[in-house]
C-alpha cells in the first residue's frame, strides 16, 4: 500500500479495541486524516505520547480503504503538556482543536488552517497572552478562512463604509442603520476595536482591553460560531465566563 509523510496536528484521538486508538489529524497537505495507531495505549508504546490532542508530529502513515495506519511519529512541538497545566488555556486549546475538525474536510489542503492552528496552540502555551483572546483570534480568522469572514467595520450587506455600531450573526457581522435588522445587538466602540484587533493580531491594542468588552467580544465570537457551525462546539460550554 502506498505510504506518505506529513507534519500533522492531532485533533482528537479515541479508543479502538483494547490497545489501538483512531487518531484525527490535521495535515497541510492531506487536509484532516483519520488513521490507526496500533499498540499506542500500551505501556511500552514507542509513540503513543506523541499522539495526542494539541501535539504536532512528523506522522507516516499507510493508505488503508477506510482508515489510514500510523507507522511512525515524531515529535515536532510538544503544546499538549503545557497546556493541559492550566483550566482555562487548556479548554481554549480543545474549542480550537474541536472547531479545525469542523471547519476542515478529508483529502484537501489545509495550509492555512495548519498554520493558524499550530500558531494558536503555540500562544496557548507561552501564556504572553489572556487565553481567552487568543481563542476570539482564532474563531474569528478559521472563519475567515472556512469562508465565513466577520464584517466587523462597514456593513455586511450594503458595503457602506464603517465602522457602524449594530452587529447582526445572521447578515454577517455589523450593519450600517439602513441595513439594521430587529434584535441587532449595540455593542460597545470599545468591543468592535478589539474584535478588529483580535483577527488583525494587533496584540498591543488587545492585550490593553478591559474585561468587559473581552466577555462582550467573546460572545459575539460565540454566537457567530455557533451560527454557522451546523452541530455547534460541544466544548465551548467548559470555556470559563470571565464577568
Not at 487548556?90 to 495548519?114: D, I, K, S
Not at 481567552?132 to 466587523?152: C, K, M, P, Q, T
Not at 462597514?154 to 458595503?159: F, L
Request: aromatic residues 6%; positive net charge.
Amino acid at each position: 500500500m502506498p505510504t506518505y509523510r506529513e507534519a500533522a496536528l492531532v485533533l482528537r484521538t479515541h479508543k479502538l479495541g483494547e490497545a489501538d486508538r483512531i487518531v484525527t489529524m490535521l495535515t497541510r497537505g492531506r487536509g484532516k486524516v483519520r488513521a490507526v495507531a496500533k499498540g499506542v495505549r500500551r505501556t511500552k508504546s514507542k509513540f503513543g505520547a506523541r499522539l495526542e490532542p494539541g501535539m504536532v508530529v512528523d506522522v507516516q502513515c499507510y493508505e488503508g480503504r477506510n482508515l489510514d495506519t500510523v507507522t511512525q511519529a515524531v515529535s515536532l512541538a510538544s503544546y499538549g503538556e503545557v497546556i493541559a497545566q492550566d483550566y482555562p488555556t487548556y479548554t481554549a486549546a480543545h474549542v480550537m482543536l474541536e472547531t479545525c475538525e469542523q471547519l476542515t474536510e478529508e483529502g484537501e489542503p489545509a495550509v492555512q488552517h495548519f498554520r493558524l492552528l499550530a500558531g494558536g496552540l503555540a500562544a496557548l502555551a507561552a501564556r504572553e497572552h489572556d487565553p481567552r483572546l487568543v481563542l476570539d483570534s482564532y474563531l474569528i480568522r478559521a472563519l475567515a478562512i472556512a469562508g465565513w469572514r466577520a464584517a466587523l467595520a462597514d456593513c455586511a450587506r450594503c458595503g457602506m463604509t464603517g465602522p457602524h455600531r449594530a452587529f447582526h450573526v445572521p447578515s454577517g457581522g455589523v450593519v450600517c442603520p439602513s441595513c439594521r435588522p430587529p434584535g441587532s445587538s449595540a455593542p460597545a466602540p470599545e468591543t468592535m476595536a478589539l474584535l478588529r484587533a483580535l483577527f488583525a493580531g494587533d496584540w498591543g491594542v488587545a492585550d490593553l482591553s478591559e474585561q468587559r468588552h473581552r466577555s462582550e467580544a467573546s460572545g459575539l465570537v460565540a454566537a457567530y460560531l455557533q451560527w454557522h457551525l451546523e452541530r455547534g462546539v460541544r466544548s465551548l460550554r467548559h470555556v470559563e465566563r470571565s464577568v
